[in-house]
């Protein structure tokens, strides 16, 4: 594979000149940033693409009339007003999440991550380490590069942390506990996706040094909460991290929508995201349905090692499955990315949607059977807990 060049690299770091020199830009809660954010930003909208890559004919981003972006599968169906109504009103919540803190550590314990309980073990690992922080964030470990997936450690994915979707299983850890993050793949701009307070905390921390990976349409949002360091990318774009130019992240498709805002729906793309290094390969689905385009990226960047799979929040079926994959179409797309393993995110954290909280494992081993493939190549992890992928014969580890 053909890989960028040192003058390459340069070129990466060409500034969209986003933050003025002695302009102060505001938080997202209209706060002033900190001094630092006046440095010169490393923000940009430019990526390269490797061009046997261009070869194959993929699905590509689209707009409307209207300049909102679409989904251009037919899988594709936003729900209508009236199923919306009998969803919000009249549906049964089926997902009886249990009110004991007991019970819940008994059937989802919350575990301490081995960077916390041991910082020392933090040396690169001999493959590839995955750690399950909750709901879609996860933390992978590949070619030297520490990866954070859709960060939430709030209480509520909500612009108000006193109402909205609260978390029934704490985040394991806090910002300040994660070990070094060397970038981080936001998939799009739905508040269980994208966290302001997570987001800040992370800017406050790591600063310019953690590169943001975003797609179209978030740049800017993600330059108000003062962070320098931000590459916004089309489908099937690509960029990298300064220092690790032989680790590729793409931005790749999503069967999705987004919204933040009252008038800003679909004003920002949504996207999975694939890492490609010399000797491991990660896929990252971020909030999913079922759609054809994850048959093309098998093709053009399978296989893959690991793929983190959404597997919750998708009942009423009607409803949902246009924007979430139930557990059966989650091993589809395992098997479409060619993925040697998978696990499975966003899920037993919220309370998104109504199948019974605990539903989501039991159905995906179900169809890991239906299908002959062995139940362990695709896993669930309690929260906290890792996984390691061994580097030569693609064994995993507890």
Known sequence: MEKPTASDGAELEETAGLVEDGELPQGAEGGNVEPRTLRKSSSSRKSFRLDYRLEEEVTKSSRDKYGRWTNPWPTWRFPSYSMLFRFLVLEKNHSNVPTSKEVLDSELPVMEPYFVQNPEA????????????????????????????????????????????????????????????????????????????????????????????????????????????????????????????????????????????????????????????????????????????????GRRFGPFDLAAIPIGAYQPRDVMQGQHVDPEEAVQIHQDLQAKWSVAIHWGTFALAYEYYLEPPVRLRESLEQKGLKPECFFTLHHGESRLIAAQDGDVFE
Not at 163 to 185: F, S
Not at 216 to 244: I, Q, S, T, Y
Not at 278 to 288: M, Y
Request: charged share 20%.
């Open 122 to 297: 933090l040396d690169s690992p001999a493959g590839m380490r995955v750690t399950w922080l909750g709901h879609a964030t996860v933390l992978v470990e590949m070619e030297g590069v520490n990866i954070l997936t859709d960060p939430i450690f709030s209480q509520r994915a909500s612009p108000l942390q006193f109402m909205g979707p609260k978390r029934y299983r704490g985040p394991p850890c806090t910002v300040e506990q994660l070990p070094r993050i060397d970038a981080v793949l936001i998939s799009h701009s739905h508040y269980d996706h994208l966290d302001a307070g997570s987001v800040a905390s992370l800017n406050a921390r790591f600063g310019g040094e953690l590169r943001w990976f975003v797609p179209l349409g978030l740049m800017d949002w993600l330059a108000k909460m003062g962070c320098e360091n931000v590459m916004e990318l089309d489908w099937w774009e690509e960029n990298c991290v300064p220092g690790h130019d032989n680790v590729t992240f793409v931005c790749t498709p999503s069967q999705h929508w987004s919204k933040r805002t009252a008038l800003d729906d679909n004003r920002s793309l949504w996207s999975s995201w694939s890492v490609l290094g010399p000797n491991q390969r990660f896929f990252f689905a971020g909030d999913t349905g079922y759609c054809s385009s994850f048959q093309e990226i």
